[in-house]
């Protein structure tokens, strides 16, 4: 084998029966993936502890299981400076419950100029699980929204995932108004070609009334479970400034901030009350009695 062609005989040797995976299914270990939502999500929070995760030996995050190698990630953070990075890690390592040491493997980059090469810089003095770049719309050389300047310019990165067999996070902002809508990979700010090139997208959606309640939404990846593709993954915030998982999900249909469906689970409720059954409801308004039961739910 040379570094261009490889035969199928070569593939059937590796003898892989699913797609080696950093984070069981979830993300790849290698590649390009994003870590999308809207402003003051937790975006870089769920990131940074990701991060910490891999080089303090976790075993498993939000309830999935790590595949880690080296326990060496590099992050690099163009939102915050080295100040308010360490003010949020010093909060996140009671939750972790390790000394300063443990979290070594975990370095940053917060001055962007000649990145690859900073990156590739980092990469050839010890192998890294990791890169994270937060956020991607402060590093794109051009037009975000020009599909022929975005793929280019992330191939750079593909080339040193690929190089140094290492999965590589863009963190990322969803367009506006993005919050009101069902999650989707279509979200994301920008053309198509930045969701394009990624293996896998997840978003982060806040609750509609807990403010401290998010949902992880995977909205691409071939080798995702069924469910996951229709439903986000319930994280709570706490005072330590880290999610944990509470095993709940939620559908995506659920998510959406939908004025004509909130009048109608308004109406489901007012006509519950006056004395009919689920299904006559469910009738009346053209839905599911599942649908119904969900309205009717809310209300307690």
Do not use: W
Not at 79 to 84: I, K, R, T, V
Not at 144 to 169: A, D, G, H, M, T
Not at 228 to 249: C, P, S
Request: aromatic share 8%; charged share 30%.
């Amino acid at each position: 084998m040379d570094n261009n062609v490889i035969t199928a005989t070569e593939l059937l040797k590796m003898e892989l029966k699913e797609i080696p995976c950093l984070l069981e299914g979830i993300y790849p270990k290698k590649g390009l993936v994003a870590l999308g939502g809207s402003s003051d999500t937790g975006k870089s929070t769920l990131a940074r502890q990701l991060a910490m995760s891999i080089v303090s030996g976790e075993k498993d995050f939000m309830g999935f299981k790590l595949n880690v190698l080296h326990n060496r990630v590099l992050y690099v953070s163009t939102e915050d400076d080295d100040l308010a990075t360490g003010v949020v890690l010093y909060n996140q390592q009671s939750f972790f419950g390790c000394s300063n040491e443990s979290f070594e493997k975990l370095s940053f980059i917060f001055e962007t100029d000649n990145l690859l090469q900073k990156i590739e810089a980092q990469l050839k003095k010890a192998p890294h699980d990791l890169v994270v770049v937060d956020a991607f719309g402060d590093i794109s050389k051009g037009d975000i929204n020009q599909l022929n300047e975005v793929r280019p310019f992330l191939e750079n990165f593909n080339q040193l995932s690929r190089k140094y067999n290492c999965l590589f996070l863009f963190v990322h902002h969803s367009g506006k108004g993005a919050e009101y809508k069902k999650p989707s990979k279509n979200n994301l700010l920008g053309s198509q070609g930045f969701e394009g090139r990624m293996r896998a997208v997840g978003l982060l959606i806040k609750d509609k009334v807990d403010v401290n309640k998010r949902f992880l939404c995977m909205v691409k990846g071939n080798y995702l479970k069924e469910n996951m593709k229709t439903e986000g993954i319930e994280l709570v915030f706490n005072d330590n400034l880290t999610f944990e998982a509470t095993g709940e999900t939620l559908l995506f249909e659920e998510m959406k901030k939908d004025e004509e469906k909130e009048n109608r689970n308004k109406e489901a409720v007012r006509l519950y009350e006056q004395g009919l059954t689920q299904e006559q409801i469910a009738k009346k308004l053209g839905c599911s009695p599942s649908t119904v039961q969900r309205a009717l739910k809310g209300r307690k």
